[in-house]
């Protein structure tokens, strides 16, 4: 038998061993029917229809009270057999009415379901439950569902970014397994965490990363943005929180998915060093500049060697190569209306196009919900995820700056360990290869709820939640001989990270004629532990064992740590509707955190509300055809954020020797700011406008909103005489605000029996600015802090050109000469200097960010165009600031420098020293073609034969291209240069084109 065999024989025995397993659990009495009373029904076919006459696939079609059901095909049509003729069938589809028809006896049932106005009965997720997008008055958005599917993404902020208003998502490392940074509605703090607060299945994800979450297993994703959306989080809702929700069972028969995809990964743009001959010139050309007196064609005698051999060495093409990424996610799902169960494992796996860059990561995730009986539901979810981005790297930064005129190997095949010889100070960029290195990252999380809903008080309900995470972490290092570490060191830090919580909920929610109200109240209490070791090893006799052996070292050195931090909580929310016009809601959170010192309440209260106007629901609007949806909303509230670290209250004490009476004494110092026991909260207190609309049967539909926030309190560290033992103290003496607009707009544009397109478009402008610095008025040079300034400052020299020959730089800037960078002399001083001619030239924060998305639908195909802009950023770029190494290092091709003969405005000359410590500012706007697919769904006739419910091929390609004025790697990433950062982060973008493929059992 073939392997194709095996595997659809096995495949069919595991859905029917599921299948008896569910059947043959307990039958309510609701589900047990007498023979006598059953009347045979025969098959039932239909189609599907919209409100036009247009086919809808994907449409559920279930025999209520039972776990038979279907869906329809591309061409809407559909066929059941109920257990009844008696029976009902239950149409659903999302944005459409639900209906329910009688069967009786009829063989064929066609429906034309009509849409919900803008999906207004859709329930969205909010937060410690649900809504109808009709009621809800705060800014909750959600991620369109197709940015989850069909795309080469290892993580879902790569999914979110630029589909979102008001959500902005910089990508700064693009190392395989990278998260980005995402920010909502702007920074809130000058020191804090500006991240947002992650749920996952209504439970804080403390802790947990966005890579743990596959997103094959994720049903839909909502982000809470104003302080009305966000209150009922308190503290941790201050930067807006993400609300995931991930896919559970259903009732029906088991279903089995498996959706795949294989990526070649290549460099999107390469940063081309000089080629050997411009090399060459180069040399020339500095020694010119430099006037050095040398007849030799190259710096160093290895160099020289080569250059008369005709050894040269393309490093980019030495240390990079194609990569990869493939995923492979499989679940079964089912159930019936007591057990329902979701079980689904996943594999990535990402080669770099750096040597040695690689990411592993292992998923699997277990979700179950249980009817016990009419009064109370228990389920939980329990996953795993394991992060690996274990081995030694190639160092890109090296890689760029080798002479080409150097090898990066010795005849018997080992590494030369500094290639451009005697030169000292550029090492191969190969020798991380030769680290032995293991970085690993687990999360083992387990969570489970019960819901009591008791007879006797109807919309009454009480939910417990309670989850655990146990987060282990790795890091072990060893670098030997060839390595170039003569000695052998060894590094090891494991790490742990423990968290519980738990949360009691009441509901209460009723109706009362044209009255609906929904209340919610909270009390949750919850722990996080930390602990870490390291333990480092020097001097080692070989390096067989690397760090496997470090108790071998001849030094050995250790270090640990521990903490702990709890927080206390209760919120009260209160949602009142009627007759689906006008609606308020109220909040109302305390949060106690251990973080707080002795001088101040650990407690803070947080308020907030909204009122909301659906006027498309009035009299004197319902009749205007053209209207579908107009709705008001306003919002008003505060969060906060605790913003202070463990132990930030309090004084921590180190040691030192010192000399005294002749001998060494071992002192104490403090290590980190002078104690503080009254800070304080910081606290953010946000307003929100908005309209939701919908016209021509939603043909056109949108948001706009406009908000403002100011965050009062901020931590900041206050300088203070040395003699009171430091230098500082932290202290709450800052303000930020910030003020922005959001647009989201919808529409239909050609929209045949088979022909759709459909365009949606986001648009973000923010205007971040700090408000109060240190109490005195003054700005913060040192930390690049200005008043009605926004964070991100970029503050230095401002650059009007290059010196020219002929020009006499004496009266601004005495000592320079042709070649050198043109200053602006801004006190017309005639003097340079970094205390009268620095200024603020931008903000690293963009001006406006956007997103805009073209879908096409052609019977089966369908084609998504997405582009993503950011624009106005301002940043420093390291590929221009080299200093006085361009003499030793190669350059880019496209960065050039000034010659006497070729008199660039916009480079220095080789000769130029950057005493000055210019960064280079440049605009790193761009605009970039983000994600294109094309995708195939089979007939449904065709493939159903084979018991294959849904199979989807597609193609799509990511970061196919750039359009910016940026000359570097990427205007998004940040670059380290040499002597700053961490070189490993010195990843470039990378453009993929995968393979993929969706099928349902």
């Known amino acids: 038998m073939t392997n194709k065999y095996h595997l659809d024989f096995k495949l069919k025995w595991f859905c029917i061993a599921f299948h008896l397993l569910l059947v043959s659990a307990p039958v309510s009495a609701a589900e047990k029917v007498s023979v006598d009373a059953v009347v045979v029904q025969g098959p039932i076919t239909g189609k599907i229809v919209d409100n036009t006459g247009l086919p809808l696939p994907g449409v559920s079609v279930l025999v209520k009270g039972t776990n038979i059901g279907t869906v329809t095909d591309i061409d809407g049509n559909y066929s059941i057999t109920p257990n009844s003729a008696n029976a009902t069938l239950v149409f659903s589809f999302v944005g459409f009415k639900t209906q329910e028809v009688l069967v009786g006896g009829k063989s064929a049932i066609d429906i034309s379901m009509s849409e919900d106005s803008t999906t207004l009965n859709e329930v969205v997720v909010v937060g410690y439950g649900t809504q109808k997008r009709s009621d809800i008055t705060g800014s909750v958005a959600s991620i369109p569902t197709e940015r989850l599917k069909n795309l080469p993404a290892t993580n879902i902020s790569q999914a979110i970014q630029g589909s979102t ?47 743990d979450i596959p997103a094959a297993d994720i049903k839909n994703i909502e982000i809470l943005k104003d302080a009305s959306a966000v209150a009922i989080y308190g503290t941790r809702g201050s930067n807006g929180v993400i609300l995931i929700t991930t896919k559970r069972g259903a009732t029906g028969k088991p279903s089995v998915s498996y959706n795949t995809y294989y990526a070649v990964e290549e460099i999107a743009h390469m940063l081309t060093p000089m080629s050997p001959d411009a090399f060459l010139q180069k040399y020339a050309d500095y020694k010119i500049a430099r006037n050095i007196n040398d007849t030799n064609p190259l710096l160093n005698q290895s160099e020289i060697d080569n250059y008369n051999a005709g050894r040269t060495t393309d490093w980019m093409d030495v240390v990079t190569k194609a990569g990869s990424l493939q995923e492979h996610n499989l679940s079964v799902s089912g159930g019936n209306e007591n057990a329902k169960y979701m079980v689904s494992g996943n594999w990535l796996e990402q080669d770099g196009v750096v040597q040695g860059y690689q990411y592993r990561r292992s998923n699997f995730r277990a979700n179950f919900d249980f009817k016990i009986n009419n009064a109370i539901k228990l389920g939980g979810s329990a996953f795993y995820a394991h992060n690996n981005y274990d081995g030694g790297r190639a160092n890109l930064l090296l890689a760029s700056a080798m002479s080409p005129f150097s090898v990066p190997y010795n005849d018997n095949g080992s590494l030369i360990i500094n290639p451009m010889s005697p030169e000292l100070l550029y090492e191969n960029p190969l020798l991380g290869l030769k680290t032995a ?22 919309g009454l309900k009480y939910r417990l939640n309670a989850s655990y995470s146990f987060q282990p972490g790795r890091v072990a290092t060893y670098k030997g001989r060839e390595a170039n570490d003569n000695n052998g060191t060894a590094y090891i830090y494991d790490s742990e990270r423990r968290y519980w919580i738990v949360e009691n909920l009441l509901f209460y929610d009723r109706t009362f004629g044209k009255h609906h109200i929904d209340l919610t109240a909270l009390y949750s209490s919850q722990e996080n532990r930390w602990n870490d070791n390291s333990t480092t090893g020097v001097g080692f006799v070989n390096d067989e064992l690397t760090f496997n052996n470090i108790g071998s070292a001849a030094t050995i050195t250790a270090a640990s740590y521990q903490d702990k931090r709890t927080l206390l909580s209760q919120m009260g929310r209160a949602n009142y509707a009627y007759d689906d016009r006008y609606l308020g809601s109220v909040t109302v959170r305390r949060d106690g955190s251990s973080v707080f010192g002795v001088n101040t309440s650990k407690y803070a209260t947080f308020t907030s509300g909204a009122i909301g106007w659906n006027a498309s629901n009035e009299k004197f609007l319902k009749d205007i055809k053209q209207i579908d949806l107009l709705k008001l909303r306003l919002s008003y509230g505060q969060s906060g954020n605790e913003a202070v670290g463990v132990y930030g209250t309090l004084s921590l004490a180190g040691t030192t020797q010192y000399p005294f009476s002749g001998a060494a004494q071992t002192g104490t110092f403090i290590t980190d700011g ?38 009062d309190d901020l931590l900041m560290r206050r300088s203070i005489p040395t003699v009171t033992g430091s230098t500082f103290i932290l202290d709450n003496i800052g303000s930020v605000e910030n003020k922005g607009i959001e647009i989201s707009l919808n529409t239909v544009n050609i929209k045949t029996e088979n022909f759709k397109w459909e365009t949606s478009v986001n648009y973000s402008k923010v205007k971040n600015k700090i408000t109060k610095l240190n109490g005195s008025g003054e700005d913060d040079i040192v930390n690049r802090w200005f008043i009605g300034k926004p964070i991100g400052a970029i503050y230095d020299y401002q650059m009007e050109g290059i010196w020219q020959t002929g020009e006499d730089p004496s009266g601004q800037d005495p000592g320079a000469v042709p070649g050198d960078i043109k200053f602006r002399d801004l006190n017309g001083d005639g003097v340079i200097d970094a205390a009268n001619d620095r200024k603020y030239l931008g903000t690293s924060l963009p001006k406006w960010t956007g997103g805009i998305t073209n879908r096409f639908t052609y019977k089966n195909f369908n084609l998504s165009v997405f582009v993503y802009t950011s624009q106005g950023s301002l940043k420093g770029n390291p590929d221009l600031n080299y200093g006085d190494e361009v003499g030793r290092r190669n350059i880019p091709a496209e960065v050039g420098y000034w010659t006497p003969d070729n008199q660039s405005n916009s480079r220095p000359s080789l000769g130029y020293f ?78 993929s084109i995968s393979l993929g493929l969706n099928l349902n059992l």
Do not use: C, H, M
Request: glycine fraction near 12%; hydrophobic fraction near 30%.
């Open 165 to 211: 208003a008001g959500v902005t998502v910089i990508q700064g490392s693009n190392v395989p397994g990278s998260t980005g940074s995402i920010k909502i509605r702007g920074n809130n703090s000058l020191t804090a965490s500006g991240n947002p607060f992650l749920v996952v299945d209504g439970i804080p994800f403390e802790g947990g990363s966005l890579n």
């Open 437 to 458: 290195r293991e970085e690993r990252r687990r999360n083992l999380n387990g969570s489970a709820f019960a819901e009591i809903t008791p007879s006797f008080a109807k």
């Open 674 to 711: 002078l104690a503080n026991p009254n800070l304080k909260w910081e606290t953010t207190t946000t307003s929100n406008a908005a309209v939701d609309f919908g016209f021509f049967g939603n043909r056109l539909s949108g948001t706009v909103e406009y908000y403002k926030s100011e965050t």
């Open 914 to 991: 950057n005493t000055r410590g210019y960064g280079y500012p440049k605009d790193a706007s761009f605009v970039r073609l983000q994600d294109v697919r094309l995708s195939y769904a089979f007939d449904k006739d065709l493939i159903g034969k084979a018991g294959i419910e849904n199979l989807t091929i597609y193609v799509s390609g990511r970061n196919l291209y750039t359009w910016t004025n940026w000359v570097g790697w990427d205007p998004e990433n940040n670059f380290s240069y040499r002597g700053s950062g961490d070189w490993t982060n010195n990843y470039p973008q990378v453009r």
